[in-house]
């Protein structure tokens, strides 16, 4: 999973860097389009302040080119990475939480074979808490990995898409 993460996340990274380019072609021109119908056959996209045309297009191309401007494409590039972000945390915290139940059993261990208890805390107050985190742990990384492979089939068409992701 690694792996895609880091896929992805270049992915994200040329989706900006070509809407970045895009603005950057276009000089002063806002970053929100709209689009201008002129007849029933198309118009024209242009920018958010009217003076700026972009695109010449037919109808249903001219809407859709106006939907998917730089910033709204900046926008959800915002997004995506800050849900991927949250997900690489659940994973973090997924492994500390492993660690954390492989030194509980440790310290169980000890004081089943000496008698004495010499971890931190309370050993039933650490196995209400692992419990507490393993029962959302899981569920959230199952909601998080879905979204992870799902945005990662939107960009599969490109170089470097694994299926065994």
């Given amino acids: 999973m690694d792996e895609l993460v880091v896929w992805l996340r270049d992915q994200l990274d040329r989706d900006e860097q070509i809407a970045c380019a895009v603005d950057d ?7 929100t389009w709209k689009y201008e119908p002129e007849d029933e056959l198309g118009g024209r996209v242009v920018s958010a302040r009217g003076a700026d045309i972009i ?10 080119v106006s939907e998917h401007s730089p910033r709204r ?40 074979r000496t ?9 039933e107050s650490r196995r209400r808490a692992l419990r507490r985190e393993g029962d959302y742990l899981p569920a959230m990384l199952v909601v998080m990995e879905g979204w992870v492979r799902r945005k990662a ?11 065994e992701w």
């Fill in 25 to 31: 072609s276009l000089g002063e021109v806002d970053l």
């Fill in 55 to 64: 695109y010449d297009v037919t109808t249903g191309v001219g809407e859709h």
């Fill in 73 to 112: 494409v900046l926008r959800e590039i915002q997004n995506d990475r800050e849900i991927l972000h949250q997900y690489e945390r659940l994973l973090r915290d997924q492994a500390r939480h492993a660690e954390a139940e492989a030194e509980l059993a440790a310290d169980i261990a000890r004081h089943e």
């Fill in 115 to 123: 008698g004495h208890w010499e971890g931190p805390g309370d050993p």
């Fill in 153 to 163: 089939a939107v960009y599969a068409h490109r170089p470097g898409y694994s299926e």
